[in-house]
């Protein structure tokens, strides 16, 4: 059992920034492909980013390209998603994830193991 623990959400002005981080109690997030998925209230939860577990592949959603960026600090044992110039319409919960496989996917479904969820509100 894997336990994931979501942090940085809170709120930010249109167009400003948030970190949000990805943590693993007592299991090292190197060792899993993780993903960031977010739900808006009354829509379906959708892709953010992923990486793979060593770091050598990454995936975004075509609306965050070029603003968001997944990392992972193996120092902290964190996987980090860095959200510029953020928008009101993604104004939502804020999930990771993590799978056994290697490929960073797009599919919640591949995903065995998800945090609670941290809330990003951006206004306008």
């Known amino acids: 059992q894997v336990q994931l623990v979501e942090s940085g959400g809170g709120l930010v002005q249109a167009g400003g920034s948030l970190r949000l981080s990805c943590a693993a109690s007592?299991?090292?997030?190197?060792?899993?492909?993780t993903g960031w998925f977010r739900q808006a209230p009354g829509k379906e939860r959708e892709f953010v980013a992923a990486?793979?577990?060593?770091?050598?592949?990454?995936a975004y959603a075509d609306s965050v390209k070029g603003r968001f960026t997944i990392s992972r600090d193996n120092a902290k044992n964190t996987v980090n998603l860095q959200m510029n110039s953020l928008k009101p319409e993604e104004t939502a919960v804020y999930y990771c994830a993590t799978r056994g496989g290697s490929a960073p996917t797009m599919f919640s479904a591949h995903y065995d193991y998800w945090g609670q969820g941290t809330q990003v509100t951006v206004s306008s």
């Open positions: 007592g299991r090292t997030m190197s060792t899993y492909t």
């Open positions: 990486i793979s577990w060593n770091a050598d592949r990454t």
